[in-house]
């Protein structure tokens, strides 16, 4: 090759074509000329060897073409920061820019592209800010890459809306993609339908699809279905993301006869290799409860499985107590294939690891995060973990990943406080609550109350229970449930307020059920009530005739009060019923 004389036309021709074809091996060869100084450096040239490597998917090779360049402009390091984005590593990509002497628009909307991808609303919103701070005028690129990193947060989705009418560029496509998209996610289904009905000359496939995705996601399935038949009438472009919006709608509707039929249809068009299009058949066959075989099928087929269908068969693996070692072994698999775990295949495996109660392999998977390109503030990692290391009975490292945490979550605050019930350590989970509630703005749910009032009637703090119940609705719009009502029967039976329990039980706004009068049961065992415990136990009775635990119970009431002839009673009765009590059993590893 080298015995060729080449002109730099020709040689930049060939070039270009190796980047649009990803043509590795001829480029390789390209590159060799060019550091044996065969043909002229220069920082252009340079520039596009990067971008050969980055195209190829080969970073580190793209990195040393960087490096190895004697003046890189800014080209060049948007041309490297874009290779880092790509392979999701964000931390890496941001030192590079903090390095560019001038950073262009280019430069902004690529780094901030690369947190929207990965969710990380803060840093993004902060550089569109820095951006404008310097006086860089943003473009559409700009404006729907910051609506995609926004999320969850519509308060900032609507002022970035705001903006968009404001300064014209909503006659940007991608922008009323991105708001579409992201109104939708958040349940805002008529603000969407409002941009995609008043945009009728900009639309284009992508904004077919995300109407599409809208209806499916927010269970209106047929009206999805009817928009992708009028799509196919206007002889628009399906692709890969309008037939896997489809299946959305049919997972909404949980429509499986249906999707079996479009899954023949992609079968015989060959869409379902795809692995975006076999994701949707995954979460329509799981929705549907047919069982993970045929997701299994269905993973099977797709020829370059990406990191997304992994981890989600990593996640339905997760989700099934039993299969828990499939989800591990998927994880490793994933590894093997050469893909990178990112937040969602970490949160899959580690709720696996919890499943089976295993601290040593939830501990590997926890050092590999660590040591993975994860950010240390991933929240979603950081609760998988607490909740682990909480159903492992290892709280001390579930607190030590919640004290670490630069920000916390609602799911955050369940997450360590179920941990706290678990290991039955009431009085610090009480501590904890209260610690929360005035030094954070985290709101807490309906469940974290479950488990605050559980902590009162075990540790029988009865004013707080009392407190933290009315705060629920005053404070928090929380409407008490019937779970809420048994706490606090549970908590005034403990407490020996029998009569409150009893008058509470009788005029709460739902069923006791079989929970709550047993809860009320335990406390007349407690203390002693034998009238109320006889009319607890025939309401248990009643309930459920063949649950051992109100005849136990009655049975121990007697035997407290030596009235053994109403113990036999009892036992009898059982035995007539053929009731038997079940044996208690526990795994965990140690």
């Known amino acids: 090759m080298n015995q060729i004389s080449w002109s730099f036309t020709h040689y930049f021709h060939i070039l270009k074509t190796c980047i649009a074809e990803r043509n590795l091996l001829t480029g390789k060869s390209l590159y060799t000329l060019y550091i044996k100084s065969l043909v002229r450096p220069s920082t252009y040239l340079s520039n596009y060897f990067i971008l050969l490597y980055s195209e190829c998917g080969r970073l580190s090779a793209a990195r040393k073409a960087f490096d190895a360049t004697l ?326 490292d579930a607190r030590k990943v919640f004290d670490k945490m630069p920000v916390h979550n609602t799911l955050s605050l369940n997450s360590i406080i179920a941990g706290y019930a678990q290991s039955r350590r009431w009085a610090e989970l009480l501590i904890l609550f209260e610690g929360i509630l005035e030094k954070t703005n985290i709101t807490p749910t309906g469940i974290t109350f479950i488990s605050v009032l559980s902590a009162c009637a075990h540790t029988e703090k009865v004013d707080e229970g009392k407190k933290y119940f009315e705060m629920m609705n005053e404070k928090f719009g929380i409407v008490p449930k019937a779970q809420h009502f048994i706490c606090m029967i549970d908590l005034l039976g403990r407490a020996g307020k029998l009569e409150e329990a009893e008058r509470l039980i009788k005029t709460m706004p739902f069923n006791p059920g079989f929970i709550g009068w047993t809860a009320l049961l335990d406390a007349c065992r407690i203390h002693g009530n034998m009238e109320l415990a006889i009319e607890a136990a025939n309401e248990c009775v009643r309930l459920e005739p063949s649950k051992s635990t109100p005849y136990v119970i009655l049975s121990n009431i007697y035997a407290d009060a030596g009235r053994w002839e109403d113990v036999v009673a009892v036992r009898k009765l059982m035995r007539d019923k053929w009731v038997k009590k079940k044996p208690a059993c526990s795994w965990i590893e140690v």
Request: aromatic letters at 10%.
């Open 71 to 396: 003046d890189p402009d800014v080209f060049s390091f948007n041309f490297i920061i874009a290779a880092y984005a790509k392979e999701s590593q964000v931390r890496v990509a941001h030192q590079l820019f903090d390095q560019i002497p001038k950073p262009d628009l280019v430069s902004y909307n690529t780094l901030i592209s690369a947190y929207a991808d990965r969710g990380d609303t803060v840093p993004a919103v902060n550089l569109f800010v820095r951006m404008r701070g310097v006086g860089f005028d943003m473009d559409g690129f700009t404006l729907s890459a910051v609506i995609t990193a926004a999320c969850d947060d519509i308060a900032l989705i609507s002022q970035l809306h705001s903006v968009a009418l404001g300064g014209g560029f909503d006659s940007y496509v991608s922008v009323n993609n991105a708001l579409i998209t992201y109104y939708s996610k958040n349940g805002y289904l008529d603000e969407a339908k409002r941009i995609f009905y008043g945009i009728d000359e900009i639309r284009d496939e992508v904004t077919w699809n995300s109407m599409i995705l809208a209806y499916g996601q927010n269970h209106e399935g047929s009206k999805a279905l009817a928009l992708y038949q009028e799509m196919v009438r206007s002889q628009l472009r399906v692709d890969m993301f309008t037939l896997a919006s489809v299946l959305t709608a049919f997972t909404s509707l949980e429509d499986l006869s249906g999707g079996h039929q479009f899954h023949a249809h992609l079968v015989k068009t060959g869409f379902h290799q795809n692995p975006h299009v076999g994701n949707g058949l995954i979460d329509l066959y799981s929705k549907c409860q047919v069982g993970m075989l045929e997701c299994r099928k269905v993973f099977q087929e797709i020829t370059d499985p990406d990191s997304a269908i992994w981890n989600n068969m990593i996640s339905r693996y997760s989700q099934n107590d039993e299969l828990s070692e499939e989800a591990l072994d998927c994880f490793k698999q994933m590894q093997l294939a050469g893909h990178r775990p990112d937040d969602g295949g970490f949160v899959g495996v580690i709720s696996a690891c919890s499943n089976f109660s295993s601290p040593s392999q939830g501990k590997q998977i926890h050092s590999l995060a660590i040591k993975s390109d994860i950010p240390l503030n991933q929240i979603s990692v950081n609760n998988a973990l607490i909740a682990m290391y909480s159903k492992c009975g290892n709280l001390q």
